[in-house]
């Protein structure tokens, strides 16, 4: 019963493709996120949605798009992957700004 | 604009040594104050937080935290380190005024020498 998941845990894939990651988080929380960690271990955000609003870092390209079907998921789809997307993705969810529990990462790579 | 910062890229302690993980934060209140592990390879574990109350706090495997408001830090310490705790440590804020929005530190890398 893990508390959030993501699909898959590994993405390779070529310049150029459309991708999508899976996030669902059953801990009934009302916001979730996007994150990319690069290389150095920096946590930058990408996303905050909650059922009111999306919050999105200006500096994430319009390439990068989240979609929620439901409260529970939080789906990351990339659109015509470059080199420097190639990154850890973790998808995370919390009560407003309460504790953030993590997924735990999609390592994407792009050739 | 919200910033956190972690002052130490890379700290290397002996086993059994104390340890102090510095984290400074710049916002006009008190935000909510975390701490957070990630061991190789895997996702972010919460080891405290601070919301009100107590500046000192206790989190899991050992660690505290105390959060100074003159001085905008909220450090993390261990009074004896294990080769276990070698990991990646963040500092977070959480911040509720436009949304719900957390700012992490750039992270402070963890060696432990026998």
């Known amino acids: 019963d893990t508390a959030v998941s993501q699909t898959p845990k590994y993405l390779v894939t070529q310049m150029g493709n459309d991708k999508s990651i899976k996030c669902e988080q059953n801990?009934?929380?009302?916001?979730m996120y996007w994150y990319k960690q690069d290389s150095k271990k920096f946590l930058k955000i990408m996303f905050s949605?909650?059922?009111?609003?999306?919050?999105i870092n200006e500096t994430v390209p319009n390439r990068f798009s989240p979609k929620s079907p439901d409260k529970a998921h939080l789906n990351l789809h990339i659109n015509s992957l470059e080199l420097g997307d190639s990154a850890v993705y973790f998808c995370?969810?919390?009560?407003?700004?309460?504790?953030?529990?993590f997924g735990p990462g999609t390592r994407l790579t792009v050739l | 604009a919200q910033s956190v910062t972690q002052p130490d890229i890379h700290i290397t302690v002996s086993e059994g040594a104390s340890l102090e993980l510095r984290c400074n934060y710049s916002?006009?209140?008190?935000?909510?104050l975390f701490w957070y592990v990630q061991s190789p390879g895997q996702g972010l574990q919460l080891l405290l937080k601070?919301?009100?109350?107590?500046?000192l706090v206790q989190g899991i495997k050992g660690f505290e935290a105390e959060f100074k408001r003159s001085q905008s830090s909220f450090n993390l310490r261990k009074p004896s380190v294990h080769w276990s705790d070698a990991a990646e440590y963040f500092c977070?804020?959480?911040?509720?005024?436009?949304?719900?929005?957390?700012?992490f530190g750039t992270g402070t890398s963890l060696t432990v020498i026998p």
């Open positions: 995370a969810s919390s009560f407003s700004t309460d504790t953030q529990y």
């Open positions: 801990l009934g929380h009302d916001t």
């Open positions: 949605y909650n059922n009111k609003e999306l919050i």
């Open positions: 916002y006009g209140a008190t935000p909510y």
């Open positions: 601070y919301f009100s109350g107590d500046t």
């Open positions: 977070a804020v959480g911040v509720s005024n436009t949304g719900n929005q957390f700012y």
